[in-house]
């Protein structure tokens, strides 16, 4: 099961999550990495960085593995 459709079937909202991992691999792809101060400076606020940032970390995974990983 993937990240975005176990947050589906969690009812939770998706959106947030999916513009926080998109700006994260923004973040990555640009400098190689992202800070909380660089998530602010997109407008995310401080309750949302701690809400949404494990799941946004879960798509970004998916989308974007780390050098070496296979994807399944």
Sequence with gaps: ???LRKMKDEDE???VAVRMAEAIIECL???GHCRILDME???FSRD???RYW???MKIV???RPRP???LH
């Design 68 to 70: 070496g990983q296979r």
């Design 61 to 63: 995974e998916e989308k």
């Design 13 to 15: 909202p998706i959106h």
């Design 1 to 3: 099961m993937t990240a």
């Design 48 to 50: 949302e960085l701690a």
């Design 54 to 56: 494990p799941h946004a």
């Design 41 to 43: 400076a997109k407008g």
């Design 29 to 31: 792809e640009i400098t």
